[in-house]
């Protein structure tokens, strides 16, 4: 949520709620940018070599167990805690839930 960001680095499997990772040395990019701003696009068109560019170097980044394809480790990958809490009371409501 743009308006507000979490607040910790703590992550919950969206398939199993006790399932918690804390991730202490994490960087992060922000990949939600916009558009426009008051009808003038402000988005930086980016080449297809760049975006290739870019995307090798970020993979390059990925321990080689997680690239493997035979048994590859998990990545981790989770929810922050007021997105888990969203999802869980957007669930109750449509399973009719109080």
Do not use: C, M
Not at 40 to 51: H, Q
Request: zero cysteines.
């Amino acid at each position: 949520d743009i308006q507000h960001p979490p607040s910790t680095n703590l992550i919950i499997d969206p398939f199993d709620e006790f399932r918690r990772k804390e991730l202490n040395d994490a960087t992060h990019t922000t990949l939600l940018k916009p558009l426009a701003r008051g009808g003038t696009v402000v988005w930086e068109k980016v080449g297809a070599l760049a975006a290739r560019s870019n995307t090798q170097a970020n993979i390059a980044q990925l321990h080689a167990s997680n690239k493997r394809f035979l048994n590859p480790h998990s990545y981790p990958v989770g929810l922050e805690p007021s997105l888990h809490e969203q999802r869980d009371i957007l669930l109750k409501a449509a399973r009719g839930i109080a």
